[in-house]
């Protein structure tokens, strides 16, 4: 009795799981080349269907206002991190959008996102491959700064391409986010059709989440430098250069002497923080020495500029 209890359990479980699995599939994307990206996204909430929920219109082409609402809740663009004093609203930077409809929150986040949409942009315009691609790629940068390979994709209606999305497009390409054809076209004028923008979206989300982006490097402080030269004996002199950097992970090194006449210039590089640890923002004193021939006169280099350096070789002081 057991055992039958739990087959028909069982038994009920693959009924119901495949009952859903047929409820959560799209019934016109069936041997679409993007079917898989298109259920995958519609899994997370990122897509919907058409005007009826059972169907996707794969072929049909994307509205402006459904290509900026696709990249930015694809690509998890928010403006959380700015506080306005007056509500921002579609319209003040698109003035042939409404400020209430489905959309006008999509176009404040990617505008205060930079996805750099025409000012002149109406909600029903159909969006062409070129403007998807540019914003897409837009959307991407904006999640971190990844680094491309340096080649060039020779697309044949490269001469169609707006100069502004040339950039976007290549890199979407090295990316393997788009593609061309089997004629190496792009199609840039072309209206994308809502297969292939969820296919892109789907391969950008792909590549955001496995793509590590370059460091955030520190950013280098301007610091005036203190020279102060004390006597140890009659033939050298101690020298002590000194500043305040912005917290105790930044530092200075004498990376060299160079002498010119009489002059024994005394060349400074700034020690910046190690990017993976944290350090209390205090102002800090820092200052590093070194020793000179007393016949020379110790001095700093008038408008050098400075370089960071991380190796450990040199005069260090922190």
Partial sequence: MRKRSLLIMALIAMMLFSVGQTVFAFKDIKNDANEHK???????????????????????????????????????????????????LASDSYPNLKDKAWYSEAFVIANYNGLDIPKTVKANDNMTREQ????????????????????????????DINNAYKNSIQKLLIAKIATLDSSNKFYPKQAITRSTAAGWLYDAITFVKETKPIPEQPVQPNLEYKLIVT????????????????????????????????????????????????????????????????????????????????????????
């Fill in 38 to 88: 298109i259920n995958e996204l519609k899994k997370h909430g990122i897509i919907k269907g058409g005007n009826k929920e059972d169907k996707f219109n794969p072929k049909g082409k994307l509205s402006y206002a459904e290509g900026i609402s696709l990249i930015v809740k694809g690509m998890g663009l928010n403006i959380d991190n700015i506080r306005f004093i007056k509500e921002p």
């Fill in 132 to 159: 998807f691609a540019h914003h897409l790629f837009k959307a991407i940068v904006k999640k971190g700064d990844y680094a491309f390979v340096e080649m060039y994709a020779m697309i044949k209606d490269e001469a």
């Fill in 231 to 318: 006597p140890v004996n009659t033939e050298v002199n101690k020298v002590t250069v000194s500043t305040q950097v912005p917290h105790p992970g930044y530092g200075i090194r004498i990376s060299s002497i160079s002498f010119e006449g009489k002059e024994a210039v005394i060349h400074i590089e700034i020690v910046m923080p190690d990017p993976d640890k944290m350090y209390p923002q205090v102002i800090t004193d820092v200052q590093v020495t070194t020793y000179v021939d007393a016949t020379f006169k110790p001095v700093l280099p008038v408008g050098s500029q400075l370089s960071s350096s991380s190796s450990s070789t040199g005069i260090i002081a922190k």
